[in-house]
């Protein structure tokens, strides 16, 4: 047992020591098919091996490829600018998909890798869900629901006073948009015509416990926000090039906006997908090998 | 105090740009002032307090300073988890600023009553907690406010307070206890706009020819524990008077100081009940029902005073504290 965890171990410190795809400056606007389809099965297989140790997987897998397309193709974040006024801020409202932030911000640079490897670890600053205070690519600590948007709203207001063009996009779940300060911050962003906000919300159609068309009913979400007076644009969360298109998008004078992603919770691995289960196993042994299959190059 | 707060706010509007004032969609024509200086820099976020917790959050994280206004209950436990999550544990530096605390707000009745505000912020790690009990204790919180890091927790009466006492505080001294009354009978501490109701006690009993020393406090936390401990020294009887309930507030944070340094002095607690009021009181009728009134306050002192020196005399042990007298409410209009 111990020789076989010391193998896993081994082979996943091999793997997080590959040097980082690194962000390239000119990918803005370039985009190079082989390459992002490569990442996101790369950040597929970090998730994985995070998984090891927490619950969560399933969701992270449904958003993983919409912040790699962020932090890879959109934000104006690299490892040079991390703390510069002007760059652009997100914030993982649906803080339980730290996995994918992390993979992400690893394989970005912005974090260091060998982090990756302690997640969930006793000691580790990598909690299950975003820390605040340690690590600075976190711009905002979550993990309860309901306070990534009234936190971005401030940001993107404060951005506006300071006078500095930067943008803030906040990533929430279809599950979370069930919380109230969901709504009452989507009214006041409308409401003080902050163009420089956009919310990312991962619509797998799942929360933790059912569907949420049993909990909430059929309420279409685009038209939701739509009647708060966001532009709402919507993208196959997992096509990388629509991803890329809609997240780069300048928003409508005077309107913050809204891109609902339609994903598949799990998505990537077969037996995980649409399964509800693995919103709350941990990913080992065989199911892992199995797993990691799935994800393979070839 | 009300008043003073939003004055000196204009003050700080004008001298420093990071300033930020976001209201629950509360204080209505008071916040003038503050959108002639510079109306970008104000902001009703309407009647949604635990966003406008988040939203002041992001604002600081863009290094601005946020005031946030609105009555004490809806700002504080109305919002708990987004104090501790969005300004504690991400440390942001944003200040609230809680109208009404205790039972300022009385005839309003108990959804506007902020009785359990302190202790209930007082387990949030890292969360200053302010208690000025005069216009120019207020004055000297914000003018000591910009140089400090992390969320703080401003907690004002509401209008008309007296001054304590003419004394100058300094801002880098809101942390040190404001000894109001020099005296060596013993020890009342206050914090909050009941100081003013404690003063009035201390009349009392020096018009009977004890000479108690009134303290009081600005701030609640950090608690200035080592000064206090030093004016303990004499181990004469010490009261708390506070507008707050017991739970979490001044009595029970001075007990745990008096055990813990395992001091002798004499205790006793005096506290809003843990109940809710069940007729309209106005702000005066309400600290009586509370016992917190200055004659309340003095009887109780003079009890503790009287029993201490008797006990002292006997050699006995002291009684265990008593909730002051249940409220009476066909006795108090017969008064009123």
Same mark, same amino acid.
Request: charged share 25%.
């Given at each position: ?175 979370? *948009? ?30 933790? *416990? ?89 | ?12 509007? +004008? ?7 976001? #209201? ?10 503050? +959108? $002639?200086?510079?109306?970008?820099? +104000? ?38 988890? $987004? ?47 302010? #208690? ?16 400090? %890091? ?31 009354? $020099? ?5 009342? +501490? ?20 004890? %000479? ?109 504290? $008593?909730?002051?007298?249940?409220? %009476? ?6 008064? #009123?």
């Amino acid at each position: 047992m111990s020789i076989q965890t010391h193998d896993r171990r081994h082979q996943w410190e091999r793997l997080v020591s590959m040097p980082a795809i690194r962000r390239k400056e000119s990918a803005v606007g370039t985009f190079e098919e082989p390459e992002i389809k490569k990442l996101l099965l790369q950040l597929r297989r970090d998730v994985v091996h995070m998984a090891e140790r927490s619950a969560h997987v399933a969701p992270a897998l449904s958003c993983v490829d919409i912040l790699g397309v962020l932090y890879f193709y959109v934000l104006n974040v690299s490892p040079s600018n991390s703390s510069a006024l002007d760059r652009d801020r997100f914030i993982l409202s649906k803080g339980h998909a730290a996995m994918a932030l992390y993979a992400v911000l690893a394989r970005a640079g912005l974090i260091n890798e060998s982090e990756t490897g302690d997640y969930c670890q006793v000691g580790s600053y990598l909690m299950e869900h975003p820390p605040a205070g340690k690590i600075p690519a976190i711009e905002f600590a979550t993990g309860s629901l309901g306070h990534g948007l009234p936190v971005a709203v401030g940001m993107a207001k404060g951005l506006e006073l300071k006078g500095l063009k930067a943008r803030v996009f906040v990533l929430l779940g279809d599950g979370e *948009c069930d919380e109230g300060t969901v709504w009452e911050s989507a009214a006041v962003a409308s409401g003080q015509r902050l163009d420089n906000l956009i919310a990312v919300v991962d619509q797998n159609g799942w929360q933790a *416990c059912s569907r949420c068309c049993e909990v909430s009913g059929e309420i279409n979400l685009g038209d939701r926000w739509a009647s708060f007076g966001w532009s709402v644009d919507s993208a196959d969360g997992h096509d990388p090039e629509q991803l890329k298109r809609c997240l780069s998008r300048r928003n409508d004078p005077g309107r913050p906006r809204v891109v609902i992603c339609h994903t598949v919770k799990g998505k990537g691995i077969n037996f995980m997908e649409n399964n509800l289960e693995w919103h709350y196993r941990p990913v080992r042994g065989d199911e892992k090998e199995q797993a990691l299959r799935e994800l393979s190059d070839a | 105090m009300r008043d003073a707060f939003f004055s000196e706010l204009a003050e700080l509007f +004008v001298r420093d740009d990071r300033a930020v004032f976001v #209201t629950g969609d509360l204080g209505y024509k008071l916040f003038d002032s503050l +959108v $002639q200086i510079d109306r970008k820099r +104000v902001v009703n976020f309407g009647i949604r307090e635990p966003s406008m917790i988040g939203y002041a959050a992001g604002l600081g994280k863009t290094g601005l300073l946020p005031f946030v206004y609105s009555i004490v209950p809806f700002l504080t436990l109305r919002c708990l988890e $987004q104090i501790k999550l969005d300004l504690c544990y991400n440390r942001c530096s944003v200040v609230l600023v809680g109208v009404g605390g205790g039972l300022a707000y009385g005839p309003n009745g108990p959804s506007h009553h902020g009785p359990d505000d302190v202790g209930t912020l007082s387990c949030l790690p890292g969360l200053r907690i302010l #208690t000025p009990g005069d216009p120019h204790e207020v004055r000297t919180c914000i003018k000591a406010i910009p140089d400090l %890091k992390g969320p703080t927790y401003l907690r004002l009466g509401r209008n008309k307070e007296p001054e304590l006492s003419a004394q100058v505080v300094h801002p880098l001294e809101i942390v040190r206890p404001r000894i109001l009354t $020099q005296g060596d009978e013993g020890t009342i +501490v206050s914090f909050g706009s009941v100081g003013s109701n404690v003063l009035r006690a201390g009349k009392i009993l020096r018009d009977q020819g004890i %000479k108690p020393r009134i303290v009081h406090l600005m701030t609640f936390r950090p608690f200035p524990e080592e000064q206090l401990l030093r004016l303990l020294k004499d181990g004469a009887p010490v009261v708390t008077v506070e507008e707050h309930v017991a739970s979490g507030g001044l009595g029970h944070r001075m007990a745990a100081m008096i055990a813990t340094n395992g001091c002798s002095n004499p205790f006793r607690m005096l506290a809003i009940p843990d109940r809710f009021p069940d007729v309209c009181l106005d702000h005066d009728a309400a600290l009586k029902w509370a016992g917190l009134d200055p004659k309340s306050i003095a009887r109780e002192f003079l009890a503790l005073f009287n029993r201490s020196a008797a006990s002292a005399r006997m050699g006995g042990i002291d009684q265990i504290w $008593q909730p002051p007298v249940s409220y %009476k409410y066909s006795a108090l209009s017969a008064k #009123t």
